[in-house]
């Protein structure tokens, strides 16, 4: 079975500081992958999507970025957090892009 | 363009009422419809899908009708649970990617 890691799960940063979450997929080959972003309260913000290693499509312009190095592997990064950064960070999966599975995402506070 | 558009939190019920979420999709093609749930904390899990017209969806009591004529995907459940609390997204897939609504929090009161 398909299962999503994300890590880590909380983090506290200050601002100015650098960003590195990651994402990996077990159990399926060439899944597309996608990092959300929801702030508190609020709906998904659809950041970046990647149908293979090393597409990255970028849906909001913004100090943040995403790599996948890896078939399974996604990183979002940043290299000077912003306080509007802070947020729950989602990565998700999908086949032939029908439904996506998500993982358990990870809060961002930056202070 | 693509949009999904759900109705307005929090949508606050009794143990054992029945539940409607309303959900209207832009009818540009004949999308996948998805609903996703959000417990506290957590990422979504997919709750139900439906893949053409008149499919119905369902899982753990509760149902939705892909209805192409009203572009409705409306989530159903005959009798709700505390532990349904939750937050509710609506979804169509666009070319590789999903348009969620904006979501629904759900509050079951005991």
């Known amino acids: 079975s398909q299962t999503i890691h994300q890590w880590p799960a909380t983090l506290v940063q200050p601002v100015g500081s650098p960003l590195s979450l990651e994402c990996t997929v077990e159990g399926t080959s060439n899944p597309n992958l996608y990092w959300y972003r929801q702030a508190a309260g609020r709906g998904l913000q659809l950041l970046f999507y990647s149908v293979g290693i090393g597409q990255i499509s970028s849906e909001v312009p913004q100090n943040l970025s995403a790599s996948r190095p890896q078939d399974r592997q996604f990183i979002l990064s940043s290299k000077k957090l912003l306080l509007s950064d802070s947020g729950f960070y989602l990565c998700?999966?999908?086949?032939?892009?029908?439904?996506?599975?998500f993982g358990p995402g990870t809060r961002l506070t930056v202070t | 363009g693509n949009s999904v558009t759900q109705m307005e939190g929090p949508v606050t019920l009794s143990e054992e009422a029945f539940l409607t979420i309303n959900c209207t999709y832009t009818?540009?093609?004949?999308?996948?419809l998805f609903w996703y749930v959000q417990y506290p904390g957590e990422g979504l899990q997919l709750l139900l899908k439906?893949?053409?017209?008149?499919d119905k969806g369902s899982n753990k009591g509760f149902e939705a009708t892909y209805r192409k004529e009203t572009t409705s995907f409306h989530l159903e459940k005959g009798s709700v649970q505390v532990s349904d609390s939750a937050v509710y997204f609506c979804?169509?897939?666009?070319?590789?990617?999903?348009?969620f609504g904006s979501g629904t929090r759900l509050l079951v009161r005991p």
């Open positions: 009818a540009t093609g004949y999308p996948s």
């Open positions: 998700a999966w999908s086949v032939q892009g029908l439904e996506q599975y």
């Open positions: 439906a893949t053409k017209a008149d």
């Open positions: 979804a169509r897939d666009s070319s590789y990617k999903l348009i």
